[in-house]
């Protein structure tokens, strides 16, 4: 057992990092063969499946905002922090992308 965890937030959690890993997973493929790249045998384009990914990375956020792990609008305020002060370090990025 986890300290100070129950069960159900080990399990909520567990959930986000799978699905986190599964999207690192995704843009690892990306930076090898690029977003419109696919496996030899067929099936989605690599730009489908982090988007595939990324949604599922947003469920299990919303299901942690939903049992009160996390807060959405402290989540939503750093989005905005983060989309403010990164804009310094994105050198190939048109300005006020945000």
Known sequence: MIPNLTPAEIERLALLGEEMGEAIQVIGKILRHGYESCHPNGGPRNRELLEKELGDVRAAMMIMVKANDLCLGAIWAH?????????RYLHHQQKDFA
Not at 80 to 87: D, L, P
């Open 79 to 87: 989005e905005k922090n983060k989309e403010k002060n990164v804009q």
